[in-house]
């Protein structure tokens, strides 16, 4: 919000000559260093391209390459934990560095047209999230993958007519073409209200702006190329790692993923380090709150938690079930986690929306202010560097207008194609349950991009989960209530998260004088690319991997199976849970509800100290090998800093981005060998000495 800074600043309205003497000759050396300061007169001289020379045909080649590499490091982190950090950095890194390279290249050849700008360098930013975010927002790790009959298989329950849909390529393409434009067609006529007279902040996108910004500059472009070469060789190392890992792991529980770290008790809890340089890399990105809280989480539950309820066996739930069964252990750990996630996200969810009100009202408020600009900016010395900087970027944001009638003709019409022909896809998801969602959905997407602008939360999933229990309830057991809500999920999740991630990039464009029209054919082509993508990249997991989806895998998809019993508890209600389930998970909801609670009252400082719910609640499932892993990162990097705090935060991304990136890119031909047969040579195993004993006695024999 825009507070007035006057009584802070030392300003009054009435002041004496002494002290107005005092502040011109303050004044006069502000405005020398605002020359310095104001990063549009860096760019002064810079003629900014014209919208359709923003989007260049070599912007698209690198977009698609760094989408494709994207895509399989988003689809890998989604099938095995489901915690994607944000790989803005990484992109716009890598798309300055692809495009410096080809522009050097032309140059000295001599066939150089046009000039690398930051204008294009945000399409290729813009162009390559929106394709991997397709990878999230399109399901194949929660709603998508959740409807298939390996998932189901492991939700057995009685009295549901659930039904299941397995993958194809064809339909799933099909069905992501239909939902993922609606949401940019419906926040585009609200891009002037929430960019220039809201103002609001988007974090994400302004810190992606000033990082594109800086790269433009002398200074900046020296630091960028350093960062690459950093990037590149801890991505050789991580690739390479990856290459070397395979070979030891020809059978189950074999190779350094399987590590015993801290014995084989522990490991059997999942209390182990398993050399994964992914979840090393996101642990260097992510917040050291977000790490602990992992780890606090699987300490809470595999080293307490599920021990004690494993000894209630025989009493809380049948000791002839298998493992797998949800009406035993497994339904204790999938429905707490559950529970945990939705108490986090629907406090979350009335907070941001309580904040969007709020701010709504301010704004209405507050709207016929003389100026326009903030109250700060009114009366603040800054004011010039900061008007000049707005001056230049509301004239390039106001010049290329997107016609308000075309937006919304656009929704109708997608809009019109989807309800005639997502019933064909699925038709247990009726033409009147998408007119309900389609009515509804520019106000959800409004308020979820509002709210991203606020506080840089996007509620994505916990609209897409309102959408599961709303629609599996009114379709109801007896007309594929599972089915309808997962697909209702993934309508919902589409919408909303495109919409905040569309006006994310306006808010990023309009930091670096990118045209809007540019940021939204950028989205669109991110977005058509990400639809066709995706799918094909899943399917190739899909078939190399058969044992994708089941517990214990290497790619268990657990949120696959917790969307799926988030369909079913909409569906059939409490009535299957197991023994004092529905009773403990009531304690997690109210404890998710109460960290929160208590996160947002003791202060800023206080509340990094408290561990988060929806954290602690994903290694409830998976264990917390994870968590290790992320912790290892966390401390690497907390050391660095100590060191050498300057260094580690210049070249800390990079490396946490090569680490991430060369484990993930290897899942490509590692997915390849296992389609053509090849299996590992070697199977690296860890046994207990008497269990070795008999081994070798057996072998001996």
């Not at 070599?58 to 890998?76: C, D, G, H, N, Q």
């Amino acid at each position: 919000m825009d507070r007035n800074r006057d009584e802070e600043n030392g300003i009054g309205t009435n002041y004496n000559s002494e002290v107005e003497t005092e502040h011109k000759s303050k004044t006069e050396k502000e405005e020398e260093e605002e020359e310095e300061t104001s990063v549009e007169r860096i760019f002064e001289g810079k003629e900014v391209p014209p919208w359709r020379e923003q989007l260049t045909f070599r912007a698209f080649v690198v977009s698609l390459v760094l989408a494709v590499l994207f895509t399989f490091i988003v689809m890998k982190l989604n099938l095995t934990t489901g915690i994607i950090p944000s790989l803005n950095v990484s992109a716009g890194l890598l798309g300055f560095f692809f495009v410096s390279v080809w522009s050097k290249f032309l140059d000295k050849s001599g066939l150089l047209r046009q000039p690398f700008t930051r204008q294009e360098n945000t399409v290729i930013q813009t162009c390559v999230v929106a394709s991997s975010g397709i990878a999230f927002s399109g399901g194949f790790g929660s709603y998508l993958f959740g409807m298939s009959e390996v998932i189901a298989k492991q939700s057995e329950k009685t009295g549901v007519n659930r039904g299941f849909k397995n993958p194809e390529v064809g339909w799933m393409v099909g069905f992501l073409f239909v939902v993922s434009f609606l949401g940019l067609c419906s926040v585009v006529p609200l891009r002037k209200i929430m960019i220039i007279d809201f103002k609001l902040t988007y974090p994400s996108g302004t810190a992606t702006a000033h990082l594109i910004n800086s790269f433009h500059t002398p200074q900046g472009a020296k630091l960028a190329k350093k960062q690459v070469r950093v990037l590149g060789k801890y991505f050789s190392f991580s690739f390479l790692w990856g290459f070397f890992q395979w070979f030891f792991a020809g059978g189950d529980d074999c190779g350094f993923a399987s590590f015993p770290t801290f014995g084989l008790k522990a490991r059997d809890y999942r209390f182990f380090f398993d050399f994964s340089a992914t979840y090393v890399g996101v642990g260097m990105i992510c917040p050291y709150i977000v790490n602990v809280s992992l780890l606090i989480g699987g300490i809470l539950s595999w080293g307490l938690m599920w021990p004690l309820i494993e000894t209630r066996k025989g009493d809380w739930y049948s000791a002839d079930l298998p493992s797998s069964s949800i009406r035993g252990l497994q339904g204790y750990k999938i429905f707490i986690a559950i529970a945990t996630i939705l108490g986090d996200g629907l406090y979350n969810f009335f907070k941001v929306l309580g904040q969007t009100l709020l701010g709504l009202l301010y704004q209405i408020l507050h709207k016929n202010m003389s100026d326009g600009r903030p109250i700060e900016d009114r009366s603040s010395p800054k004011s010039s560097s900061t008007s000049y900087n707005d001056t230049c970027r509301t004239q390039v944001f106001l010049k290329d207008q997107i016609p308000t009638k075309f937006a919304i003709g656009g929704y109708i019409a997608i809009a019109a194609i989807s309800i005639a022909t997502l019933p064909h896809i699925f038709p247990q998801l009726k033409w009147y349950y998408m007119l309900v969602i389609y009515l509804f959905a520019p106000t959800m997407a409004f308020c979820n991009a509002y709210g991203c602008g606020l506080t840089d939360w996007s509620l994505a999933s916990t609209y897409g989960k309102l959408a599961i229990f709303g629609i599996g309830a009114w379709a109801g057991a007896q007309h594929g209530g599972v089915i309808a809500g997962l697909a209702a999920c993934g309508v919902m999740m589409n919408i909303v998260s495109t919409a905040s991630d569309l006006m994310q990039d306006f808010k990023t464009g309009y930091l670096t004088l990118a045209s809007p029209r540019s940021m939204f054919v950028s989205q669109f082509i991110g977005t058509a690319m990400g639809c066709v993508i995706s799918p094909c990249v899943f399917w190739l997991f899909y078939k190399a991997f058969p044992d994708l989806g089941r517990n214990g895998s290497e790619y268990p998809a657990p949120y696959a199976l917790v969307f799926h019993n988030m369909a079913v508890l909409g569906v059939e209600g409490i009535s299957n849970l197991p023994k004092n389930c529905f009773m403990l998970c009531c304690v997690f909801f109210g404890a998710a509800i109460l960290l929160n609670l208590v996160r947002d009252t003791v202060g800023r400082k206080r509340a990094q100290f408290i561990p988060i719910p929806m954290a602690m609640a994903i290694p409830f499932y998976l264990g917390p090998y994870f968590a290790i892993d992320m912790c290892v990162g966390s401390l690497i990097l907390f050391i660095w800093q100590r060191i050498n705090k300057a260094k580690a935060d210049a070249f800390g991304p990079a490396v946490a981005s090569g680490l991430i990136c060369g484990d993930g890119i290897w899942t490509l031909p590692s997915s390849i060998l296992a389609l053509a047969g090849v299996k590992q040579p070697l199977c690296m195993k860890f046994l207990s000495r008497a269990t070795n004993a008999k081994v070798d006695k057996f072998l001996g024999s």
